[in-house]
Structure formats: C-alpha cells, structure tokens
C-alpha cells in the first residue's frame, strides 16, 4: 500500500484480556515507531524500531505492553490484562532512516476501547 | 524531559481570517519542529517542518511557521483560512537527531463558511 495501515481499526475488550495490534509500515521504512493518543492530548512515543530490533521501549508504561518486529517489516503491538486506561488510539509512524529530520507517516490508527 | 505547549485548545474563525496558532517549547539545544495536521476522519499528516536554515518556513496549504529561537516558539500562520482548513493541529518537536517526537495538545480548528 502506498501509506502506513493498522489493524483493526477499532478493537473493544473487556478489562483482563489480551489484545495485539497490528501495523504495516511503507515498504522500504527502516523505522517504525508507536504512539498513544489519549483523549484531548497529543500522541505519546511508546516504542521505535530500527530493523528488527526495539532500540528505545522508553515510553512503554509498564511490563503489561510490548512490542516486536520480527522481519523489520509489520509490527505488532501487544497489551496483556487489559486495564481501563489503557484506552486510547494507538498509531503507529514509519520513516525512512532515524535523522530527526524525518518525516514521520502516521497509519489511521487502532482506537482501542477496554469494558 | 521537554515539553510542547499549544495555548489554544479551540479556534473558531471565519473564512478569510488570518490564522496563527501558537507553540512553545522547553528544550534549549538543536530542536526540529514539525506542524502535522489531522483532518476530520484522516490520519495525522505533515504540514511542514523545521530542522536548519530559514527560520521562516512554507508548507502544504498555504501554511508557513516562524522559528524564533529566543521565544523558543515556532508559530503556525495562515493569511486567510478556508473552510478546508478545519482540522486539528498538533506542535510536535525532537532534539537535534533524537527520532522521539514530542506533540503538544493540539489545536481544533473550526472554519465557518
């Protein structure tokens, strides 16, 4: 595809549970990097990717999330008993190279919504 | 750890006003800055940004931000929005060649025809 795609694009849960979300980032970006949108406030850097490998989970809020890039393509964002707050858009960005001049292209996000 | 500020939570203009929403920042050393955009329905998208040079730079749609360093502020302007503009607006900075963005609250534009 020609931009940045998550799946889905809304997941519900009830509060315990277990959920991946997934993000396809443009073919050729080397990094890939996830944020959270909490409602009224801007995104929130969680985890970026260079290649296969997490080179800063810095953002990760605690132990219950985490996330891989097996292949350095499509990542998978994971969130184990799901809490409340854990509630919000995630969106997922790719950029060609790491140059904090780089562009950022964001994918449409993963509202995620926890009963 | 740095911070964005957006002091407007919601703008409401008219069309053929003149926009300048404004943004702040708290980190002292080299910074890029970045407008992105989020239109009704769509995903976050880059308006313009600055890394080096002109202090004054053009983006997409008639937008252009002034970096004043002293004012550690980088302020997004319009001569004369459009109905299209309405959107929501996101200051985002990273240091030097940190990749690590950091977004401000954001902006919510309304136009009314």
């Known amino acids: 595809g020609a931009g940045v795609s998550q799946t889905p694009s809304n997941k519900v849960t009830e509060k315990g549970k277990y959920v991946e979300l997934r993000c396809d980032p443009i073919?050729?970006?080397?990094?890939l990097y996830w944020y959270r949108q909490s409602l009224g406030q801007g995104p929130e850097f969680l985890i970026y990717?260079?290649?296969?490998?997490?080179?800063?989970d810095s953002g990760l809020p605690n132990d219950r999330f985490f996330a891989v890039r097996p292949e350095g393509s499509v990542s998978t964002l994971k969130i184990q008993r799901t809490e409340r707050g854990d509630s919000a858009v995630y969106l997922c960005?790719?950029?060609?190279?790491?140059?904090?001049?780089?562009?950022?292209?964001f994918g449409p996000g993963t509202r995620l919504t926890v009963l | 750890a740095q911070s964005v500020s957006q002091h407007n939570h919601h703008v409401i203009l008219s069309e053929a006003a003149s926009l300048e929403l404004g943004c702040n920042y708290s980190?002292?050393?080299?910074?890029?800055l970045f407008w992105y955009v989020q239109y009704p329905g769509q995903h976050l998208q880059l308006l313009l940004k600055?890394?080096?040079?002109?202090?004054l730079v053009k983006g997409i749609k008639g937008f252009e931000a002034e970096f004043i360093k002293s004012k550690f502020s980088f302020n997004l302007r319009k001569p004369s929005v459009q109905w299209s503009d309405t959107a929501e607006y996101f200051c985002?900075?990273?240091?030097?060649?940190?990749?690590?963005?950091?977004f401000g609250k954001g902006t919510l534009l309304t136009v009314n025809p």
């Open positions: 980190y002292g050393g080299t910074v890029n």
């Open positions: 600055y890394f080096s040079g002109d202090p």
């Open positions: 960005a790719s950029s060609f190279g790491t140059s904090g001049s780089n562009e950022q292209f």
């Open positions: 073919s050729g970006h080397t990094a």
């Open positions: 985002a900075v990273n240091e030097g060649s940190n990749y690590k963005l950091t």
């Open positions: 990717f260079q290649g296969t490998g997490a080179a800063d």
